[in-house]
Nanobody
Framework: QVQLVESGGGLVQAGGSLRLSCAASGRTLSFYGTGWFPQAPRKEREFVAAISWSGGITYYADSVKGRFTISRDNAKNTVYLQMNSLKPGDTAVYYC?????????????????WGQGTQVTVSS
């Protein structure tokens, strides 16, 4: 079992930045691909970024390319999502999730472990 805990969310003005963290316990996160999935009110959970267990493969949704960067520090058992140039449309609860597939996938239902989420609110 892998337990995931997200942190780093908050309230930021449009154009600002946040860095989310996803810390793992139970098992080392270095065996798992990890993704970030925001869910806005009354909307489906969607994919924005994923990273392979080694960090060598990354995927991004078109909507965040050039603005968001996913990275990982396996020594700290943590995956990060650096979010720059934030827009009000980025407002959502952001969940991190882990899976054993290689390369990582973008479909939420293919992820096995989920955190509780962290709220990101971008004001205009």
């Amino acid at each position: 079992q892998v337990q995931l805990v997200e942190s780093g969310g908050g309230l930021v003005q449009a154009g600002g930045s946040l860095r989310l963290s996803c810390a793992a316990s139970g098992r080392t996160l270095s065996f798992y691909g990890t993704g970030w999935f925001p869910q806005a009110p009354r909307k489906e959970r969607e994919f924005v970024a994923a990273i392979s267990w080694s960090g060598g493969i990354t995927y991004y949704a078109d909507s965040v390319k050039g603005r968001f960067t996913i990275s990982r520090d396996n020594a700290k058992n943590t995956v990060y999502l650096q979010m720059n140039s934030l827009k009000p449309g980025d407002t959502a609860v952001y969940y991190c999730a882990a899976q054993r597939r290689v390369p990582p996938t973008t479909a939420p239902d293919e992820y096995d472990y989920w955190g509780q989420g962290t709220q990101v609110t971008v004001s205009s």
